[in-house]
């Protein structure tokens, strides 16, 4: 079988393309190498897509499948490896079985940044958390630290406030990147302790984590501060690195025609946060998966 459309990641861009793909009769499938929902099923709460004021990560992206399985979505669990050109179609070598199809809609979005500092990798699931609405609950009443200044950090600091006993706050720059709302926030609740303009250089203990050592970025004075957790949210790296024969920028985003999301294989698109922008939101993963569906369209049909 050829299909004439496989996306691979079901996140809110794959999601979003399948939805456009499926009211315009094409042959799809797509393919989730983990759990549908992606990036934004590991939060809470979400503030600000348009339409829900506020609902959990889990919540959004169940209507979502739900929307698209009521077309007739098929999802296959597999974990994509590669991408081949043969001419005629493309050829998709999955861990379980290869597809072959006409287009192809990448959207494989992100995983998070690492800090790469000592400690890190060790205490990786034994204190050193990417996830706050995972592992949260385990540092109730406990003074943790939550590392990064943008939405991510501050939102999820903001919902650790509510079940640990202190959240320090560790941002190497003075001013925060996070929205203004989102900041409010966290300025109004009583157990949060900001340490800006510095770093963290390791994390430290025995079995568990004991406690953070932070650097200042002006004096380059170091401080250790005793904690349980530490919560990481320093941005996001696009998950493309199995994707050799297509053209990406220095930080692995992948490179994409401005208007019609085509990459550098003809017939390939990409969407969400595999691909490099300004914001990288549901928001705007949506609307680009909107794109790259109606563009893989336009695409076969110029073909056939
Ligand atoms: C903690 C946190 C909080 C956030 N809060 C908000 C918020 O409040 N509002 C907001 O708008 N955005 C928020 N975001 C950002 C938002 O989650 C992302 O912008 C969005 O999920 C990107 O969607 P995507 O479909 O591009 O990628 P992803 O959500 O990353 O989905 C990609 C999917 O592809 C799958 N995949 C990857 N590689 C393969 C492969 N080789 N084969 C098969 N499947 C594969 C993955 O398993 C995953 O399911 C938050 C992100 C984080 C981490």
């Given at each position: 079988m050829i299909y004439d459309v496989v996306i691979i990641g079901g996140g809110p861009a794959g999601l979003s393309a399948a939805i456009y793909a499926l009211r315009a009769r094409l042959n799809i499938v797509?393919?989730?190498?983990?759990?549908?929902?992606g990036q934004i099923a590991l939060t809470d709460n979400i503030e600000n897509y348009p339409g829900f004021p506020s609902l959990?990560?889990?919540?959004?992206?169940?209507?979502?499948?739900?929307?698209?399985?009521?077309?007739?979505?098929q999802?296959?669990?597999d974990e994509i490896k590669d991408i081949s050109d043969d001419g005629e179609y493309k050829t998709l070598r999955g861990v379980n079985e290869n597809y072959k199809t006409q287009t192809v809609i990448i959207t494989v979005g992100a995983s998070p940044k690492r800090?790469?500092?000592?400690?890190?990798?060790?205490?990786t699931g034994r204190g050193v958390s990417y996830c706050a609405t995972c592992d949260g609950p385990f540092f109730k009443d406990q003074d943790?630290?939550?590392?990064?200044?943008?939405?991510?950090?501050?939102?999820?600091?903001n919902y650790l406030t509510k079940i640990v006993k202190s959240v320090t706050l560790i941002h190497r720059r003075k001013e925060f990147?996070?929205?203004?709302?989102?900041?409010?926030?966290?300025?109004?609740?009583?157990?949060?302790?900001?340490?800006?303009?510095?770093?963290p250089v390791s994390i430290n203990g025995n079995k568990?984590?004991?406690?953070?050592?932070?650097e200042s970025v002006k004096t380059k004075e170091r401080k250790t501060v005793p904690i349980k957790g530490v919560f990481i949210f320093i941005g996001i790296s696009p998950q493309t690195s199995f994707l050799k024969n297509i053209e990406k920028d220095e930080y692995g985003f992948i490179k994409t025609d401005p208007y019609t999301l085509m990459t550098s294989m003809p017939g390939v698109f990409c969407a969400g946060d595999a691909h490099s922008k300004k914001l990288l939101q549901v928001a705007t993963a949506v609307g680009e998966g909107a794109l790259a569906a109606t563009a893989a369209e336009e695409f076969i049909c110029d073909v056939c």
């Open positions: 797509l393919i989730e190498k983990m759990a549908v929902g959990s990560g889990v919540e959004l992206m169940q209507k979502f499948e739900e929307h698209a399985k009521g077309l007739g979505l999802i296959i669990y800090l790469n500092i000592p400690g890190e990798r060790e205490f943790i630290a939550v590392v990064g200044g943008g939405d991510a950090a501050l939102k999820e600091a990147r996070a929205e203004k709302i989102i900041q409010e926030r966290l300025h109004n609740a009583n157990n949060v302790i900001m340490q800006l303009e510095h770093i568990t984590v004991e406690s953070i050592t932070i």
